[in-house]
């Protein structure tokens, strides 16, 4: 068996608990046993096998490099599958099988909207591998694949929005109709824009931003009467509410911008995804493990990130609060 194979389910096997024992959500909830950095996380739900699968962007975290300035270990990166029964206990599962064709060789932060039996991702595709930030040659765009069973999956558009480094699609069914995409413009200091379709393919972009901050990873969900976004300002995770999904309201302040107690949950939380199910609102989140104890003994333990787990609730004040000590001991139900 391949050496690097040994070592992920040795890792596997370490770090996370076995599925069977599992009755509430753990910290970590996940851990990609091969590169140990999971990331950018979207759950979808297969109605064939009928349980959840997670996306996810595989961070070859474990990657030691001579300069510590090197970012290519960002790079050059799959996307991750996981699975679970109930959304608490996850099974690592491979990786996605993601045509070459249409995408390339660094793929990040996946979108999954599924409508009449089909599945569509919105991936973000980076044209090879880059060892610095903001190079003028590394663009982004977004790709649509499509999928009737979240395992073989087609090549459909590479969007046009407008930009030339666009990252973090973020799709919804619009309330007036049609489709509507929030994402990230590298281009425009990251602000996050949105455009509209009548159809999944052709996008109209809108001139203006949703607020004035920098983020990404924006998520937009319906939930106890509202439309919410939840977007990665990296200082936190920051949080709007509309009526309409167009006008926005930003909440004071972030959530899980304070350090959780237990160990691999002591950083910010980070590009997220939320699963509204049987009345609730699961957040899915990644952390760095910058803060662990390992991280005073190995030069690259803060590369890697772990996939955490807390619920939402709308506050008396009308705005979303969570508690990233409390114990998750309810799961996801199965989707129809």
């Given amino acids: 068996m391949h050496r690097r194979v040994l070592a992920g389910l040795a890792l596997a096997l370490t770090l996370t608990p076995p599925a069977a024992a599992l009755a509430q959500a753990q910290k970590p909830l996940y851990r990609d046993p091969v590169f140990d950095g999971a990331a950018d996380v979207a759950i979808a739900w297969d109605k064939t096998d009928k349980l959840w699968r997670m996306f996810y962007t595989n961070r070859r975290a474990t990657l030691k490099l001579e300069d510590p300035k090197d970012v290519a270990w960002l790079h050059a990166t799959a996307i991750g599958v996981a699975t679970s029964k109930d959304g608490l206990a996850w099974t690592y599962a491979g990786t996605a099988d993601i045509p070459a064709a249409c995408t390339g060789q660094t793929l990040w932060a996946p979108e999954i909207f599924t409508e009449n039996g089909v599945h569509h991702m ?17 663009g982004a765009k977004i790709v649509h694949l499509t999928s009737t069973d979240l395992k073989a999956w087609t090549c459909a558009d590479t969007l046009d929005l407008g930009s030339d480094r666009v990252i973090d699609a973020g799709v919804i069914k619009a309330p007036q109709g049609g489709y509507r995409m ?3 413009d590298e281009r425009k200091d990251s602000r996050i824009f949105f455009a509209d379709s009548p159809d999944l393919k052709s996008w109209t972009r809108q001139p203006d931003f949703v607020a004035d901050f ?18 990665d300002a990296w200082k936190g995770l920051a949080v709007l509410r509309s009526k309409d999904a167009v006008t926005w309201e930003r909440q004071p302040g972030f959530i899980l911008d304070k350090p959780g107690a237990a160990p691999t949950d002591r950083d910010l939380g980070h590009h997220p995804d939320v699963v509204v199910n049987d009345g609730r609102a699961l957040l899915y989140y990644f952390v760095g493990q910058g803060k662990e104890e390992e991280a005073k003994t190995d030069p690259v333990w803060n590369q890697r990130t772990v996939i955490q787990l807390g619920e939402l609730k709308v506050g008396k004040d009308g705005w979303l609060t969570i508690d990233r000590e409390a114990v998750v001991k309810k799961g996801l139900k199965a989707a129809k």
């Avoid at 991936?123 to 003028?136: A, E, K, Q, Y």
């Avoid at 920098?214 to 977007?231: H, N, T």
């Fill in 182 to 184: 929030w994402f990230k």
């Fill in 122 to 138: 919105f991936l973000t595709v980076v044209p090879g591998i880059f060892h610095r930030w903001n190079l003028p040659e590394a």
């Fill in 214 to 231: 920098a983020g990404e990873g924006p998520k937009v969900f319906f939930f106890q009467g509202s439309w919410w976004m939840i977007a």
